[in-house]
């Protein structure tokens, strides 16, 4: 029998080693596609200026754009039989637009603006944030 190297810890002896996935690469090649395949898309932030407290519409609105890439997907069969999404809606994959969306912020994807249903980060580890996935309303 060989010798045992006293100087390597045995894996009995640490207990089992656990491994963090690094979602690096996989946040890296998401984003490649949906810019390679998708389009231009912009979460659409309005902000108003001046006007009543109590009547914000008579302000000046200002728009401001949060440039990302869209890729329009498929809605799955198990999204289509549950009721929820309608004619006309719409599902996108989205890069890190660069902040925390909200869900009041419409989303602007081929010259038109969609409501926003909901949108789920997809982060499989809770914090490498691989892309958006959104269920935009017309």
Known sequence: AGAV???????????????????????????????????DASLVEVTV?????FDPSSGTPTETL???????????RQELDGG????GDVKLMTTDPGFTPTTAMPVRWASRDYQVV??????????????YEWHLRP
């Open 66 to 76: 949060h440039a990302m890439k869209a890729v329009e997907v498929e809605f799955s």
């Open 84 to 87: 929820s999404v309608q004619t």
């Open 5 to 39: 190297d006293q100087h390597q810890p045995s894996q009995l002896a640490d207990g089992p080693r656990l491994m963090v996935k690094d979602y690096a690469d996989t946040q890296a090649l998401a984003s490649r596609l949906i810019t390679k395949f998708g389009g």
């Open 49 to 53: 200026a001046g006007g009543d407290v």
């Open 118 to 131: 909901r949108f789920d980060r997809i982060a499989p580890n809770g914090s490498d944030l691989i892309a």
